[in-house]
Protein backbone atom coordinates (compact mmCIF):
# COMPACT_ATOMS: atom_id res chain seq x y z
CA UNK A 1 0.00 0.00 0.00
CA UNK A 2 1.56 3.53 -1.20
CA UNK A 3 2.60 5.52 2.45
CA UNK A 4 0.21 8.79 1.38
CA UNK A 5 -2.98 5.82 0.85
CA UNK A 6 -1.80 4.83 4.86
CA UNK A 7 -1.65 8.31 6.12
CA UNK A 8 -5.17 8.86 4.78
CA UNK A 9 -6.36 5.80 6.14
CA UNK A 10 -4.65 6.66 9.61
CA UNK A 11 -6.84 10.47 9.49
CA UNK A 12 -9.90 8.59 8.58
CA UNK A 13 -9.33 6.53 11.15
CA UNK A 14 -8.95 9.52 13.44
CA UNK A 15 -11.59 11.31 12.56
CA UNK A 16 -14.06 8.32 12.84
CA UNK A 17 -12.57 7.60 16.84
CA UNK A 18 -13.60 11.23 17.19
CA UNK A 19 -17.12 11.31 16.20
CA UNK A 20 -17.62 8.16 18.22
CA UNK A 21 -16.69 10.34 21.28
CA UNK A 22 -13.23 9.14 21.78
CA UNK A 23 -10.38 12.05 23.24
CA UNK A 24 -8.64 13.60 21.00
CA UNK A 25 -5.59 11.85 22.58
CA UNK A 26 -6.26 8.46 22.45
CA UNK A 27 -7.82 8.61 19.08
CA UNK A 28 -4.29 9.74 18.03
CA UNK A 29 -2.45 7.60 19.63
CA UNK A 30 -4.42 4.35 18.58
CA UNK A 31 -4.60 6.43 14.70
CA UNK A 32 -0.68 7.09 14.80
CA UNK A 33 -0.02 3.53 16.22
CA UNK A 34 -2.14 1.77 13.69
CA UNK A 35 -0.49 4.05 10.77
CA UNK A 36 3.04 3.04 12.11
CA UNK A 37 2.49 -0.33 11.95
CA UNK A 38 1.03 -0.53 8.62
CA UNK A 39 4.32 1.59 7.56
CA UNK A 40 6.96 0.04 9.53
CA UNK A 41 5.79 -2.95 11.56
CA UNK A 42 4.59 -3.41 15.12
CA UNK A 43 8.24 -3.39 16.25
CA UNK A 44 9.36 -0.43 14.94
CA UNK A 45 5.90 1.73 15.78
CA UNK A 46 6.22 0.43 19.41
CA UNK A 47 9.56 2.06 19.29
CA UNK A 48 8.62 5.09 17.96
CA UNK A 49 5.77 5.85 20.03
CA UNK A 50 8.20 4.65 22.96
CA UNK A 51 11.39 7.46 21.93
CA UNK A 52 8.60 10.07 21.21
CA UNK A 53 6.68 9.64 24.56
CA UNK A 54 9.95 10.18 26.72
CA UNK A 55 11.54 12.72 24.51
CA UNK A 56 8.74 14.83 25.03
CA UNK A 57 8.25 13.93 29.02
CA UNK A 58 11.80 14.48 29.91
CA UNK A 59 12.03 17.46 27.63
CA UNK A 60 13.70 20.80 29.30
CA UNK A 61 11.47 23.24 27.24
CA UNK A 62 8.06 21.88 28.79
CA UNK A 63 8.93 22.07 31.88
CA UNK A 64 7.62 25.79 31.87
CA UNK A 65 4.03 24.54 31.53
CA UNK A 66 3.79 22.64 35.05
CA UNK A 67 5.60 25.55 36.66
CA UNK A 68 3.24 28.32 35.37
CA UNK A 69 0.21 26.05 35.56
CA UNK A 70 1.44 25.81 38.93
CA UNK A 71 1.77 29.34 39.71
CA UNK A 72 -1.56 30.03 38.25
CA UNK A 73 -3.23 27.78 40.90
CA UNK A 74 -1.40 29.45 43.77
CA UNK A 75 -2.73 32.55 42.93
CA UNK A 76 -6.10 31.07 42.77
CA UNK A 77 -5.87 28.76 46.46
CA UNK A 78 -4.54 32.25 47.64
CA UNK A 79 -7.92 33.49 47.11
CA UNK A 80 -6.08 36.83 44.85
CA UNK A 81 -8.97 36.66 42.60
CA UNK A 82 -11.45 37.50 45.56
CA UNK A 83 -9.22 40.53 46.09
CA UNK A 84 -8.50 41.32 42.39
CA UNK A 85 -12.45 41.98 41.50
CA UNK A 86 -12.87 43.76 45.24
CA UNK A 87 -10.17 46.13 44.27
CA UNK A 88 -11.21 46.41 40.44
CA UNK A 89 -15.21 46.88 41.61
CA UNK A 90 -14.08 49.44 43.96
CA UNK A 91 -12.21 52.03 41.02
CA UNK A 92 -14.65 51.13 38.25
CA UNK A 93 -18.29 49.69 39.89
CA UNK A 94 -19.61 53.03 39.59
CA UNK A 95 -19.98 53.01 36.14
CA UNK A 96 -22.44 52.23 33.68
CA UNK A 97 -22.22 48.38 33.73
CA UNK A 98 -19.45 48.91 36.00
CA UNK A 99 -20.03 45.20 37.50
CA UNK A 100 -19.99 43.32 34.54
CA UNK A 101 -16.35 45.79 33.24
CA UNK A 102 -15.09 45.02 36.70
CA UNK A 103 -15.57 41.33 36.06
CA UNK A 104 -13.17 41.79 32.63
CA UNK A 105 -10.91 43.56 34.23
CA UNK A 106 -10.30 41.22 36.53
CA UNK A 107 -10.61 38.48 34.70
CA UNK A 108 -7.67 40.29 32.75
CA UNK A 109 -5.52 40.83 36.08
CA UNK A 110 -5.93 37.61 37.34
CA UNK A 111 -5.00 35.95 33.74
CA UNK A 112 -1.54 38.03 34.47
CA UNK A 113 -0.66 35.31 36.95
CA UNK A 114 -2.29 32.46 36.00
CA UNK A 115 -3.19 30.82 32.60
CA UNK A 116 -5.69 28.28 33.34
CA UNK A 117 -9.18 30.13 32.32
CA UNK A 118 -11.23 27.72 33.68
CA UNK A 119 -10.14 28.29 36.99
CA UNK A 120 -10.78 32.19 36.13
CA UNK A 121 -13.91 31.67 35.21
CA UNK A 122 -14.95 29.27 38.30
CA UNK A 123 -13.91 31.75 40.61
CA UNK A 124 -15.40 34.80 38.97
CA UNK A 125 -18.83 33.06 38.58
CA UNK A 126 -18.43 32.45 42.41
CA UNK A 127 -17.75 36.26 43.26
CA UNK A 128 -18.81 38.24 40.62
CA UNK A 129 -22.26 36.67 39.65
CA UNK A 130 -23.88 37.25 42.85
CA UNK A 131 -22.60 40.83 43.30
CA UNK A 132 -24.28 41.76 39.77
CA UNK A 133 -27.46 39.78 41.14
CA UNK A 134 -27.66 42.03 44.27
CA UNK A 135 -27.33 44.93 41.45
CA UNK A 136 -30.53 44.39 39.36
CA UNK A 137 -27.79 42.81 36.41
CA UNK A 138 -29.23 40.60 33.33
CA UNK A 139 -28.23 36.84 33.98
CA UNK A 140 -27.32 36.84 30.22
CA UNK A 141 -25.38 39.50 30.21
CA UNK A 142 -23.76 38.49 33.62
CA UNK A 143 -23.13 34.64 33.03
CA UNK A 144 -21.70 35.67 29.72
CA UNK A 145 -19.13 38.29 30.79
CA UNK A 146 -17.85 35.38 33.43
CA UNK A 147 -17.54 33.13 30.99
CA UNK A 148 -15.81 34.89 28.12
CA UNK A 149 -13.93 36.90 30.47
CA UNK A 150 -12.21 34.08 32.33
CA UNK A 151 -10.53 33.21 28.27
CA UNK A 152 -8.49 35.91 28.98
CA UNK A 153 -6.26 34.15 30.94
CA UNK A 154 -5.45 31.76 27.81
CA UNK A 155 -3.94 34.91 26.02
CA UNK A 156 -2.64 37.02 28.54
CA UNK A 157 1.07 35.94 29.86
CA UNK A 158 2.17 33.09 31.56
CA UNK A 159 -0.48 31.18 29.16
CA UNK A 160 -0.36 27.20 29.22
CA UNK A 161 -1.44 27.52 25.46
CA UNK A 162 1.26 30.06 24.03
CA UNK A 163 3.59 27.46 25.58
CA UNK A 164 2.37 25.29 23.68
CA UNK A 165 2.26 26.43 20.59
CA UNK A 166 5.58 28.06 20.74
CA UNK A 167 6.80 23.94 21.31
CA UNK A 168 5.00 22.99 19.09
CA UNK A 169 6.14 25.11 16.20
CA UNK A 170 10.11 25.63 17.62
CA UNK A 171 9.22 29.36 18.06
CA UNK A 172 10.71 31.61 20.85
CA UNK A 173 8.23 31.01 24.29
CA UNK A 174 9.17 34.21 25.51
CA UNK A 175 8.71 36.35 22.43
CA UNK A 176 5.24 34.60 22.47
CA UNK A 177 4.67 35.50 25.71
CA UNK A 178 5.35 39.22 25.53
CA UNK A 179 3.57 39.51 21.87
CA UNK A 180 0.27 38.33 24.07
CA UNK A 181 0.23 40.99 25.78
CA UNK A 182 -1.03 44.21 23.78
CA UNK A 183 -3.76 41.63 22.09
CA UNK A 184 -4.62 40.42 25.79
CA UNK A 185 -5.44 44.25 26.40
CA UNK A 186 -7.20 45.28 23.61
CA UNK A 187 -9.50 42.00 23.64
CA UNK A 188 -10.06 43.35 27.66
CA UNK A 189 -10.83 46.73 26.26
CA UNK A 190 -13.35 45.24 23.39
CA UNK A 191 -15.42 43.68 25.82
CA UNK A 192 -15.34 46.50 28.17
CA UNK A 193 -17.01 48.63 25.40
CA UNK A 194 -18.92 46.18 24.11
CA UNK A 195 -20.56 46.28 27.72
CA UNK A 196 -20.19 49.80 28.78
CA UNK A 197 -22.37 50.70 25.06
CA UNK A 198 -25.31 47.55 26.10
CA UNK A 199 -25.84 48.98 29.16
CA UNK A 200 -25.67 52.74 28.01
CA UNK A 201 -28.62 51.91 25.37
CA UNK A 202 -30.49 49.32 27.65
CA UNK A 203 -29.72 50.76 31.51
CA UNK A 204 -32.15 47.67 32.54
CA UNK A 205 -29.22 45.76 32.11
CA UNK A 206 -27.66 46.42 35.25
CA UNK A 207 -27.27 49.71 37.41
CA UNK A 208 -24.54 51.17 38.67
CA UNK A 209 -22.80 51.24 42.18
CA UNK A 210 -22.57 53.92 44.47
CA UNK A 211 -19.17 55.55 44.37
CA UNK A 212 -16.18 54.64 46.32
CA UNK A 213 -14.40 57.61 47.76
CA UNK A 214 -10.57 57.43 46.31
CA UNK A 215 -9.04 57.26 49.53
CA UNK A 216 -10.52 53.61 50.07
CA UNK A 217 -9.73 53.66 45.89
CA UNK A 218 -6.17 53.92 47.15
CA UNK A 219 -5.42 51.89 49.97
CA UNK A 220 -7.70 48.94 48.07
CA UNK A 221 -4.76 48.78 45.68
CA UNK A 222 -2.28 47.38 48.60
CA UNK A 223 -4.22 44.36 48.40
CA UNK A 224 -3.27 43.21 45.31
CA UNK A 225 0.33 45.57 44.58
CA UNK A 226 2.06 40.91 44.59
CA UNK A 227 0.07 40.88 41.60
CA UNK A 228 2.04 43.18 38.96
CA UNK A 229 5.14 42.83 40.89
CA UNK A 230 5.36 39.17 40.04
CA UNK A 231 4.01 40.28 36.28
CA UNK A 232 6.64 42.76 36.24
CA UNK A 233 9.51 40.57 37.75
CA UNK A 234 8.76 37.53 35.63
CA UNK A 235 7.71 38.99 32.13
CA UNK A 236 10.53 42.11 32.40
CA UNK A 237 12.59 38.77 32.84
CA UNK A 238 11.66 37.47 29.69
CA UNK A 239 11.80 40.56 28.19
CA UNK A 240 15.21 41.62 29.21
CA UNK A 241 16.90 38.57 28.60
CA UNK A 242 17.50 37.62 32.42
CA UNK A 243 15.36 34.61 32.52
CA UNK A 244 14.91 31.93 30.55
CA UNK A 245 10.97 30.64 30.01
CA UNK A 246 11.55 27.64 32.67
CA UNK A 247 13.67 30.30 35.36
CA UNK A 248 10.48 32.98 34.33
CA UNK A 249 8.32 30.01 35.70
CA UNK A 250 10.07 28.75 38.33
CA UNK A 251 10.40 32.53 39.60
CA UNK A 252 6.93 33.05 38.87
CA UNK A 253 5.86 29.99 40.99
CA UNK A 254 8.29 30.70 44.09
CA UNK A 255 6.99 33.90 43.94
CA UNK A 256 3.59 33.14 44.48
CA UNK A 257 3.92 30.76 46.89
CA UNK A 258 5.83 33.24 49.06
CA UNK A 259 3.25 35.55 48.33
CA UNK A 260 0.31 33.20 49.40
CA UNK A 261 2.24 31.62 52.40
CA UNK A 262 2.35 35.88 53.87
CA UNK A 263 -1.15 36.58 53.40
CA UNK A 264 -2.03 33.51 55.55
CA UNK A 265 -4.33 31.73 53.36
CA UNK A 266 -2.78 28.62 51.98
CA UNK A 267 -3.42 25.86 54.47
CA UNK A 268 -1.73 22.38 53.96
CA UNK A 269 -5.32 21.18 52.72
CA UNK A 270 -5.26 23.75 50.12
CA UNK A 271 -1.85 23.66 49.08
CA UNK A 272 -1.88 19.45 48.66
CA UNK A 273 -5.46 20.59 46.42
CA UNK A 274 -3.15 23.03 44.56
CA UNK A 275 -0.39 20.24 43.91
CA UNK A 276 -3.09 17.76 42.68
CA UNK A 277 -4.56 20.21 40.28
CA UNK A 278 -1.87 21.38 39.14
CA UNK A 279 -0.87 18.00 38.27
CA UNK A 280 -4.16 17.11 36.53
CA UNK A 281 -3.85 20.34 34.46
CA UNK A 282 -0.30 19.08 33.52
CA UNK A 283 -0.62 15.78 32.80
CA UNK A 284 -4.03 16.62 30.61
CA UNK A 285 -1.84 18.73 28.04
CA UNK A 286 1.37 16.22 28.21
CA UNK A 287 -0.94 13.67 27.01
CA UNK A 288 -2.79 15.47 24.55
CA UNK A 289 0.58 16.44 22.92
CA UNK A 290 1.95 12.80 22.95
CA UNK A 291 -0.87 12.00 21.63
CA UNK A 292 -1.46 14.01 18.68
CA UNK A 293 2.60 14.40 17.75
CA UNK A 294 2.04 10.13 17.50
CA UNK A 295 -0.80 10.74 15.29
CA UNK A 296 1.52 13.67 13.26
CA UNK A 297 4.49 11.60 13.03
CA UNK A 298 2.33 9.24 10.73
CA UNK A 299 1.48 12.42 8.32
CA UNK A 300 5.36 13.32 8.24
CA UNK A 301 6.46 9.18 7.46
CA UNK A 302 3.16 9.12 4.76
CA UNK A 303 4.26 12.65 3.08
CA UNK A 304 0.50 13.76 4.02
CA UNK A 305 1.83 16.74 6.09
CA UNK A 306 4.40 18.10 2.93
CA UNK A 307 1.35 17.19 0.21
CA UNK A 308 -1.03 19.50 2.48
CA UNK A 309 1.11 22.15 2.09
CA UNK A 310 1.82 22.00 -1.12
CA UNK A 311 -1.44 21.69 -2.05
CA UNK A 312 -2.58 24.63 0.07
CA UNK A 313 0.55 26.96 -1.31
CA UNK A 314 -0.43 26.36 -4.58
CA UNK A 315 -4.37 27.46 -4.33
CA UNK A 316 -4.67 30.24 -6.54
CA UNK A 317 -6.61 32.52 -4.52
CA UNK A 318 -5.23 35.60 -2.40
CA UNK A 319 -2.92 34.28 1.00
CA UNK A 320 -5.53 36.32 3.10
CA UNK A 321 -8.32 33.90 1.92
CA UNK A 322 -6.12 31.01 3.08
CA UNK A 323 -5.68 32.44 6.00
CA UNK A 324 -9.27 33.26 6.88
CA UNK A 325 -10.25 29.30 5.49
CA UNK A 326 -7.91 28.45 8.84
CA UNK A 327 -9.47 30.70 10.91
CA UNK A 328 -12.90 29.52 9.74
CA UNK A 329 -11.70 26.09 10.80
CA UNK A 330 -10.58 27.41 14.06
CA UNK A 331 -14.29 27.82 14.45
CA UNK A 332 -15.23 24.56 13.60
CA UNK A 333 -12.82 22.54 15.43
CA UNK A 334 -13.87 24.79 18.47
CA UNK A 335 -17.55 23.48 18.65
CA UNK A 336 -16.42 19.48 18.76
CA UNK A 337 -12.68 19.96 20.63
CA UNK A 338 -10.88 21.38 23.83
CA UNK A 339 -8.85 24.29 22.88
CA UNK A 340 -5.44 22.78 23.53
CA UNK A 341 -6.60 19.55 21.83
CA UNK A 342 -7.43 21.99 18.68
CA UNK A 343 -4.18 23.82 18.86
CA UNK A 344 -2.06 20.59 19.12
CA UNK A 345 -3.92 19.29 16.24
CA UNK A 346 -3.76 22.20 13.83
CA UNK A 347 -0.59 23.59 14.60
CA UNK A 348 1.76 20.93 12.60
CA UNK A 349 -0.59 21.22 9.58
CA UNK A 350 -1.35 25.20 9.70
CA UNK A 351 1.47 27.07 10.59
CA UNK A 352 4.37 25.89 7.52
CA UNK A 353 1.28 26.37 5.51
CA UNK A 354 1.22 29.91 6.88
CA UNK A 355 5.06 30.49 7.03
CA UNK A 356 5.02 29.12 2.97
CA UNK A 357 2.54 32.12 2.71
CA UNK A 358 4.81 34.65 4.24
CA UNK A 359 3.27 35.36 7.56
CA UNK A 360 4.73 35.71 10.88
CA UNK A 361 4.62 32.68 12.98
CA UNK A 362 4.88 34.63 15.97
CA UNK A 363 1.86 37.05 14.87
CA UNK A 364 -0.06 33.78 13.84
CA UNK A 365 0.41 32.24 17.16
CA UNK A 366 -1.38 35.13 19.22
CA UNK A 367 -4.58 35.04 16.53
CA UNK A 368 -4.31 31.73 16.76
CA UNK A 369 -4.76 31.31 20.14
CA UNK A 370 -7.05 33.83 20.37
CA UNK A 371 -9.43 31.84 17.83
CA UNK A 372 -8.73 28.93 20.68
CA UNK A 373 -10.61 31.38 23.19
CA UNK A 374 -13.51 31.15 21.07
CA UNK A 375 -13.74 27.75 21.30
CA UNK A 376 -14.52 27.84 25.19
CA UNK A 377 -17.72 29.95 24.37
CA UNK A 378 -18.82 28.02 21.49
CA UNK A 379 -21.81 25.31 21.52
CA UNK A 380 -21.23 22.47 22.22
CA UNK A 381 -18.50 22.21 24.40
CA UNK A 382 -17.96 25.78 25.71
CA UNK A 383 -15.67 24.97 28.81
CA UNK A 384 -16.08 27.78 30.18
CA UNK A 385 -20.17 28.02 29.97
CA UNK A 386 -20.30 24.79 31.59
CA UNK A 387 -18.15 25.84 34.46
CA UNK A 388 -20.34 28.91 34.90
CA UNK A 389 -23.03 26.32 34.72
CA UNK A 390 -22.07 24.57 37.28
CA UNK A 391 -22.34 27.51 39.80
CA UNK A 392 -25.57 29.01 38.60
CA UNK A 393 -27.56 25.82 38.64
CA UNK A 394 -30.92 27.55 38.58
CA UNK A 395 -29.73 28.57 34.94
CA UNK A 396 -29.71 26.46 31.84
CA UNK A 397 -26.66 26.30 29.81
CA UNK A 398 -28.55 27.31 26.67
CA UNK A 399 -28.93 30.75 28.00
CA UNK A 400 -25.29 31.11 29.43
CA UNK A 401 -24.27 30.28 25.89
CA UNK A 402 -26.59 32.83 24.81
CA UNK A 403 -25.19 35.31 26.86
CA UNK A 404 -21.87 34.59 25.09
CA UNK A 405 -22.99 35.46 21.98
CA UNK A 406 -22.04 39.29 21.70
CA UNK A 407 -18.28 38.35 23.40
CA UNK A 408 -18.19 35.49 20.54
CA UNK A 409 -18.63 38.66 18.02
CA UNK A 410 -16.52 40.71 19.99
CA UNK A 411 -13.69 37.86 19.62
CA UNK A 412 -13.83 38.40 15.80
CA UNK A 413 -13.32 41.51 15.96
CA UNK A 414 -10.37 41.35 17.91
CA UNK A 415 -9.17 38.85 15.50
CA UNK A 416 -9.78 41.21 12.67
CA UNK A 417 -7.88 44.20 14.27
CA UNK A 418 -4.84 41.86 14.59
CA UNK A 419 -5.12 40.61 11.74
CA UNK A 420 -4.89 44.42 10.24
CA UNK A 421 -2.53 45.49 11.97
CA UNK A 422 -0.06 42.77 12.57
CA UNK A 423 2.63 45.81 14.28
CA UNK A 424 -0.04 45.37 17.81
CA UNK A 425 0.97 41.49 18.11
CA UNK A 426 5.00 42.24 17.00
CA UNK A 427 6.10 45.72 18.48
CA UNK A 428 7.12 44.42 21.67
CA UNK A 429 8.59 41.17 20.55
CA UNK A 430 10.74 42.88 18.50
CA UNK A 431 12.05 45.53 20.99
CA UNK A 432 12.98 42.60 23.61
CA UNK A 433 16.72 42.33 24.39
CA UNK A 434 16.80 38.57 24.73
CA UNK A 435 14.75 35.54 23.40
Not at 9 to 38: E, N
Not at 399 to 425: C, K, S, Y
Request: proline letters at 5%; glycine letters at 10%; aromatic letters at 10%.
Amino acid sequence: MEPLTIGLLSAVLFLILLVLGMQVAFAGMAAGLMGLWMLKGFGTAADSIGYLTHGLSTSYGLSVIPLFVLMGYLAYYAGLTEDIYDVVRDWIGHLTGGLAMATTAGCAIFGACSGVSTAAAAVFAKVAIPEMDRYGYDRRLSAGVVAASGTLAALIPPSALIIVYAILVEQSVGKLLIAGIIPGIISAFIYMMMIYTRVRLNPSLGRALPPVPWKKRLISLSRIIAVPIIFIVVIGGLYTGVFTPTEAGAVGAFSMLIVALAMRRLTWSKFKDCLLEAGRTTVMIFVIIIGVLIFMRILALSGGTIAFIQWTSALPVPRLVILLGFLSLYVVLGMFLTATSMLILTCPLIVPVVIALGYNPIWFGIIAIKMCEICLITPPIGLNVYVVRSVLRDMPVEEIFRGAIPFFFMDILTVAVLIAFPQITLFLPGLMLGD
